[in-house]
């Protein structure tokens, strides 16, 4: 869970400042979406844990490494521009990000293999929202995919 205080260091440490509803959805993580759980097989991981982080060092240490120099994120394969925040990623290296250029909180997915941002949700809500859709019909599918493994067994 993140603190008012860390929230606070880390705009500063990054010199940003976060929009105000991605604030609050950090200051106080929907507690449906951090009991969520994405079944990988060998793990199982929350939200809160990859695609919507709710820890302030994993913020910090996914935005200083997409700003570090000689970085291939980005067409040019410069570091990432400043506007960008990360706030997730897929483990795939991609990543979900803020445009703080903009007002609001609308949610970016980064393409690593296109180098290019695309605006996926309006807001952070609605970004959250669609990781319960897709984490629950991941789990589903997982579960239907082992069933028929077993069945044929």
């Given at each position: 869970m993140i603190r008012k205080d860390d929230l606070n260091l880390l705009q500063v440490m990054l010199g940003v400042r976060l929009p105000e509803?991605?604030?609050k959805v950090?200051?106080?993580y929907p507690q449906w979406l951090s009991i969520l759980r994405r079944d990988m097989g060998w793990k199982q991981e929350s939200p809160a844990d990859r695609e919507l982080l709710n820890d302030p060092w994993q913020l910090l240490k996914d935005n200083h490494c997409v700003r570090m120099l000689r970085t291939p994120w980005t067409?040019?394969?410069g570091p990432w521009p400043d506007r960008y925040f990360v706030v997730g990623n897929n483990?795939?290296?991609d990543y979900w990000t803020l445009n703080l250029s903009e007002p609001g909180s609308?949610?970016?997915f980064y393409d690593?293999?296109?180098g290019l941002f695309t605006k996926q949700f309006d807001t952070v809500d609605a970004f959250a929202d669609w990781l319960a859709q897709d984490i629950k019909k991941w789990n589903e599918t997982r579960a239907t995919k082992i069933g028929d493994?077993?069945?044929i067994d």
């Amino acid at each position: 869970m993140i603190r008012k205080d860390d929230l606070n260091l880390l705009q500063v440490m990054l010199g940003v400042r976060l929009p105000e509803d991605y604030q609050k959805v950090l200051l106080a993580y929907p507690q449906w979406l951090s009991i969520l759980r994405r079944d990988m097989g060998w793990k199982q991981e929350s939200p809160a844990d990859r695609e919507l982080l709710n820890d302030p060092w994993q913020l910090l240490k996914d935005n200083h490494c997409v700003r570090m120099l000689r970085t291939p994120w980005t067409e040019d394969d410069g570091p990432w521009p400043d506007r960008y925040f990360v706030v997730g990623n897929n483990e795939c290296g991609d990543y979900w990000t803020l445009n703080l250029s903009e007002p609001g909180s609308s949610i970016y997915f980064y393409d690593h293999e296109k180098g290019l941002f695309t605006k996926q949700f309006d807001t952070v809500d609605a970004f959250a929202d669609w990781l319960a859709q897709d984490i629950k019909k991941w789990n589903e599918t997982r579960a239907t995919k082992i069933g028929d493994v077993q069945r044929i067994d």
